[in-house]
Every structure is written in C-alpha cells, then in structure tokens.
C-alpha cells in the first residue's frame, strides 16, 4: 500500500485542489480559535493542502506542524498532517497524528494507513488490532478494502501466503464494471499467487486489471516476466 495511493488519500488529494478550503473545514477552524485567528490559519491551511496536492511534502509539513501546534482540534488538519507523514514515510508520527484524527472525528476513513504504518513498523499485532476495529465499524467497502489489503500484506511478510490469499480471494472475482479498489484488490492477489508459485492464477488476474486499467499498475511489466 505504501507504494501506491488509496482511494482515500486521493480523496484527500481532491479535497486539497481547489483554491478556497472546504465550508466545514473553516468552520471548525473559527470554533477552534476564534473568528479573529481563523483567516491567518486558513491561509496556511491553505498553503498546505495546496502542497499536498501537488505531492510537495515537505512544504506542506512546514505549515502543517505550526498549525497542528495551534488548532490541535481540527480533525481535518490532523488528518491532512497524518497523510503528509505519511507519504514521508514518517510511519510512528503518521500513526500518531491519524489516530488524533480518529479521536477527534470517530471517523475510520484512514485506518487502513494507520495499519499500513503499523505493518512499515513491523508492528504486527497492531495491525491486527487496527483491522479488528475495521472490520467490525460498518465502514464502507472502499475502507474495508484497503484495510484487508494491508491486513493481506501483513500475513504474506509473515509467510502466510495461504492465510493471506484466503483474505483476499472473495474479492477476486470478475466483474465487469470493476471500480478503482476492486482493480488494487486484484493486482494484490495475483502478486499473492505469483509469489505462492501459481502462475496461471496471477496472470489471469493481471491480464483481467490491465485490461480495465493499464496505467493503474505496473500490470503490462509483471505479465511480461511471467511469459
């Protein structure tokens, strides 16, 4: 998961593009600090979702940290500082500052990146705990997915491949509108099954994202080595 973005860090990405801050996020601010304070932090909130956006991370840290330390609070400024932690591979902060998020908000949207920062940790245990809480929260499919992936990915550090294929195996049936995290569901079980040694199961399911997808992943590559 680290390698390639989620669903709902693109999410984040697309609430970071346009030039004014969400209603709700200005809002939580001025609750935060007051009318008075509010315009300069949404400024730099600004700045830093722009950063974000445009994958200049560390920009975006320097603003993002100022701003953690003055409206700890705002669940949507946590979040956006746990993301760009993440994405600079900073796993035990990232960890830190989206569980805050979580706190705040009761929002399970980025669990699957907390597990994935446990997991980067070697942190195992946690990252069962993280996706025991998943599972059982009546999150919708996108989280759950990622969270599973990371879980699948968990297992096969370990050498379960079996136990890893078994989790991610009832998503891996075709469908013919496939949206983007049955496609990452996919590509993961058909590098499960290469790496488990069976090699017509990983091509057909490399074959079935290309097909969809090309440009998602590095499918064309991965069936080319298996010829």
Known sequence: MRDRESERERRARKRAEGDELPVE???ELRRAVGSDRSAGLERRLGVASRAYERD????ALSELRVLARLAPEVGAL???HGLTLYRLGRWREA???LRAFHDLTGSFDQHPVIADC???LGHDK???AVWDALRQAGVDREVLVEGRLVMAGTLADRGELKAAIALLAPGGKSLRHPETCHLRQWYALGDLYERAGDLPR???LFTRVASFSPEL???EDRLTALR
């Open 217 to 219: 992943f590095d499918t």
């Open 56 to 59: 200049r991370y560390r920009e």
């Open 126 to 128: 946690a990252v069962v």
């Open 95 to 97: 960890a830190r500052e």
């Open 118 to 120: 446990e997991r980067a």
């Open 25 to 27: 996020v200005r809002d």
């Open 202 to 204: 990983a091509r057909e």
């Open 78 to 80: 946590r979040e956006l």
